[in-house]
């Protein structure tokens, strides 16, 4: 299952899988943007030439926009941003296929061992694997093509309209009442 050919993208050429695949094993979080809602950070694992993810059960992270919880199909495709481990900025972005996988099947063990692995503060570590089964979806996000092209300007958004202000400049007394108390003792 390492084909990255899929319906949004051509075929990537080797190279390109290498660095698609090396910077998603080295990072600890993905960037994954959906049909709805904005991207989303989620720790994840390199499985068998994919993005494993495991979600939307209690005390899991959300994976809003990927399908519904519902057990309804997951979406088609989404983009994947991988980011850097120590600067945290962005390394590749790609299109990739989501599958879920089924509880219980080969593909879905496999993936959930390597997930078990990476799952840090775990508060039922011993039981985990038959709770995913129960409450949590497993997605399988395949590369579809090669890596986007970086962008040339950026990507940063306007920050939201708001109400609050910032701090006021102190007065130019006021350090010298603060520490005028304090001479006397």
């Given at each position: 299952?390492?084909s990255t050919q899929?319906?949004?993208?051509?075929?990537?050429?080797?190279?390109?899988?290498?660095?698609?695949?090396?910077?998603?094993?080295?990072?600890?979080?993905?960037?994954?943007?959906?049909?709805?809602g904005p991207d989303?950070?989620?720790?994840?694992?390199?499985?068998?030439?994919?993005?494993?993810?495991?979600?939307?059960?209690?005390?899991?992270?959300?994976?809003?926009?990927?399908?519904?919880?519902?057990?309804?199909?997951?979406?088609?495709?989404?983009?994947?941003?991988?980011?850097?481990?120590?600067?945290?900025?962005?390394?590749?972005?790609?299109?990739?296929?989501?599958?879920?996988?089924?509880?219980?099947?080969?593909?879905?063990?496999?993936?959930?061992?390597?997930?078990?692995?990476?799952?840090?503060?775990?508060?039922?570590?011993?039981?985990?694997?038959?709770?995913?089964?129960?409450?949590?979806?497993?997605?399988?996000?395949?590369?579809?093509?090669?890596?986007?092209?970086?962008?040339?300007?950026?990507?940063?958004?306007?920050?939201?309209?708001?109400?609050?202000?910032?701090?006021?400049?102190?007065?130019?007394?006021?350090?010298?009442?603060?520490?005028?108390?304090?001479?006397?003792?």
């Open positions: 299952m390492t899929g319906q949004t993208g051509a075929p990537a050429t080797p190279l390109e899988r290498a660095i698609v695949e090396e910077a998603a094993k080295k990072s600890a979080l993905v960037w994954v943007r959906g049909s709805e989303r950070a989620l720790w994840h694992v390199w499985h068998e030439g994919a993005v494993c993810v495991v979600g939307d059960g209690p005390g899991e992270q959300p994976l809003t926009g990927l399908g519904r919880a519902d057990g309804a199909r997951a979406t088609a495709t989404v983009t994947v941003t991988v980011r850097s481990k120590d600067k945290g900025g962005r390394l590749v972005s790609f299109e990739a296929a989501v599958t879920e996988l089924p509880a219980g099947s080969g593909e879905w063990a496999a993936a959930v061992a390597e997930l078990k692995g990476k799952r840090l503060n775990a508060p039922d570590s011993e039981t985990i694997t038959e709770r995913w089964a129960r409450e949590c979806r497993v997605l399988r996000l395949t590369p579809a093509g090669g890596p986007a092209p970086l962008p040339d300007g950026s990507l940063a958004a306007a920050p939201p309209a708001t109400p609050a202000t910032t701090r006021r400049a102190a007065p130019g007394a006021l350090p010298k009442l603060l520490l005028r108390g304090r001479g006397r003792r």
